[in-house]
């Protein structure tokens, strides 16, 4: 399931959430978040956001892709990267945390995890959603999301 997100590429500071994130049917949450930037004319580069680590990831050179996982840093728990990436084909810009909408107490929300196609061929992200101090302990749940650049 792809959800649209429109940012903003500032080459010498990352990707920059802005504008509005647009959910398609996967999630019961919308999220817009947006991070103004004074004398800077920078168009807007859309954003493919992906759910589901079954789904293939197919992206071309140069094009930025962002990973959704749920997360609720109220457990201690939190997604990390399981294995290096291959940095000849995808490099990590940012990851943020897209707080939920609710003001419950321990509600979770998002974590939004954001790459840049930098080379053609195949990839894999792995992540792990761990508590970073419990060092030797399986973590609670794994994803690996495969990624075709072209």
């Known amino acids: 399931m792809k959800i649209y997100f429109a940012g903003v590429m500032f080459l ?31 168009a807007p580069e859309q954003i493919e956001e992906y759910l589901s680590p079954g789904e293939m990831i197919a992206v071309t050179t140069g094009r930025s ?6 997360s609720n840093p109220t ?12 940095n000849r084909i995808v490099v990590l810009v940012t990851n943020n ?37 419990e060092k030797g302990r399986p973590p609670a749940e794994t994803n690996v999301f495969k990624v075709v650049v072209k």
Request: glycine share 12%.
């Open 75 to 86: 457990t201690g728990y939190g997604w990390q990267l399981a294995k290096p990436l291959d």
């Open 97 to 133: 945390y897209i707080h939920p909408d609710t003001k419950l107490v321990g509600s979770g929300g998002h974590e939004v995890w954001v790459f840049k196609a930098v080379g053609p061929g195949p990839a894999e992200i792995s992540m792990q959603y761990v508590r970073f101090w």
């Open 65 to 70: 892709f962002a990973i959704r996982l749920q």
């Open 12 to 42: 010498s500071l990352g990707i920059l959430p802005a504008a509005v994130q647009e959910s398609v049917g996967a999630t019961n949450t919308n999220v817009s978040a947006s991070i103004h930037c004074k004398g800077m004319n920078a």
